[in-house]
């Protein structure tokens, strides 16, 4: 048993010296194979160097190689390129000379062609004409043989008139003697007379002959002037009948009443808290509002109905639009009023251009310049003496078509001289020049003809009238300003005294706008305020008043209020 036990632990000891030594013998060939490992790279990693650096420099040697040959074959496709445009340019060339050369030769060929089809036609043609002169020269000899029959005819009847003609010439001819004779004895009869009564008389016949031509001249000056008075009275007994007839036959189609325009419009409101909102907080609205438009806002009691006051019926004109448009927004406040008032001048200045082409169509008149039929437009919006310029207008134009129409003129030149002859009093002038004037420099400005240029210039006498159709523009402008109840006198004077106002107050400097409300008892004065201090302000004042009282006569107080106002603004963004 113990004998196995240490044959058993012999056997464990071999065992373990054999793994101890197994190990050892692998650790070692690791080890071994590891430095042969180690060693065989870093001869590989040499040999890659090396060989790289071989790589290298063959790859460079190649490349300047390459590039060497490159560049050689370069020059030598560069020559060849070369040599190749040349003669490509040299083919160009010779196919261009060629096809001119062909070109000449087409063109050649082409008018040969031409003329030889112009000839083959002329062939034709002439070929036709040949024929057709055959064909007349046959009628021609089956006329010539008819007229050779006739003219034989004729001959033979011209012999038997001739001999019978000669026959009638000798008994002529013997009466002709017979008349000599009588006619020899009747002037020694005249002249025997003749002596004898110069002999009594004591005058020759020369002195007789001046005498009695004398006597029938003076005779006959004093029947043609008595001849030529009365013509001339019955012409001018005519001219002032017709010239009646043709005034009263105007007038009598032309009598319409032409009525003062109102100094006011009314605006109709929803509800009265609307004026509220007009008028604003602490009336900022309603002041912005009278500032931007020139006109009198007067809200009262009248139910649903807000009152604008203006003699400028222009002025009054943008307000009412302005204020409808503004009341249909809502939104009511310095800013949309000065938004609403430029839109409602462009709409203003839209109808004027409508209304002057609208009136130019119904008068027939065509060729008006555009700034004229804008001027006639505006015409719609002033008055003369109480009456409506555009209607004035208009009815002078019709009646200078109907004298002109009588008399055998040019009515249509006449109805627009008619049209035309008080523009000047809606043009601003600077040099105060008579609207008659006026209106002719911008007629002149426009190419309008000379008759209407003069028409317009001398309807008040101004300057010597040069045409027919003057007079007649004048006499129909006095037919329709004398008609009773067209004109008043005091409300154009009036008219007069309220420009005047503002005139004075836009004369000063740094005043921008200048605007007379009240009824002519209040003048606003509006500033601008990079010009006009604060205390500027109260001078200028002072000033205008001053003038005021110094060149105009009017009723009453007239208070002149100047405003300056100062607004900033800025965007949020």
Known sequence: MTGIIDAVLLLIVALAAYGAGFVTYKWILVRKRNRIISQSQREASDLLARAEEDVASLRDQAAAEARSEFEEDHRSLESARTALEKEREEIRRSQRRFRNRLDRRHSKLNSRTA????????????????????????????????LRARAESLRSEA?????????????????????DEDQLRLKEA????????EQIAGLSTSDAEAMLREELVDQ????????????????????????????????????????????????????????????????????????????DVLIDD?????????????????????????????????????????SATSSVETELKEIGQRTAIDLGIRGLHKELIRIVGRMRYRSSYGQNLLKHSIEVARICTMIAGELGLDAKRACRAGLLHDIGKVIPDSEELTHALV??????RYRESEDVCNAVGAHHDEIPMTNLISPIVQAADAISGSRPGARREQY????????????IAESYKGVSKAYVIQGGREVRVLVEHERVSDVRMS???????????????????????????????????
């Open 220 to 295: 006959a000056k004093l029947n043609a002037l008595a001849k030529i008075q009365a013509v001339r009275d019955e012409a001018t007994r005519t001219a002032q009948r017709e010239a009646r007839n043709i005034v009263v036959t105007a007038v009598q189609r032309l009598a319409a009443s032409d009525t003062l325009d109102p100094v006011i419009s009314v605006v109709h409101v929803k509800s009265e808290s609307v004026k509220g909102h007009i008028i604003g907080r602490e009336g900022r609205n309603i002041r912005a509002f009278e500032a931007a438009t020139g006109v």
């Open 302 to 342: 009248t139910p649903g109905a807000v009152v604008l006051s203006s003699f400028d019926p222009y002025r009054r004109e943008v307000a009412r639009i302005a204020l409808s448009r503004l009341l249909q927004d809502g939104r009511i406040h310095p800013q949309s009023i000065e938004k609403y008032v430029a």
């Open 159 to 179: 012999a038997q008139r001739h001999a019978q003609l000669d026959e009638e010439l000798a008994a002529l001819s013997v009466k002709q003697q017979a008349l």
């Open 492 to 503: 154009e004077e009036y008219l007069q005294r309220l420009q005047d106002l503002e005139n």
């Open 115 to 146: 003329k030889l089809q112009q000839r083959e036609s002329l062939l034709d043609k002439g070929t036709r004409a040949v024929k057709q002169l055959q064909r007349e020269a046959k009628k021609v000899r089956s006329e010539a043989e008819k």
């Open 190 to 197: 005249i002249l025997r007379k003749t002596s004898e009564l």
């Open 439 to 444: 209106g002719m420099k911008m007629c002149k």
């Open 539 to 573: 001078e200028l004042a002072d000033d205008i008043a001053e003038r005021i009282e110094a060149e105009l006569q009017y009723p009453g107080q007239v208070k002149v209020v100047v405003i300056r106002e100062v607004r900033q603004m800025a965007t949020a963004r």
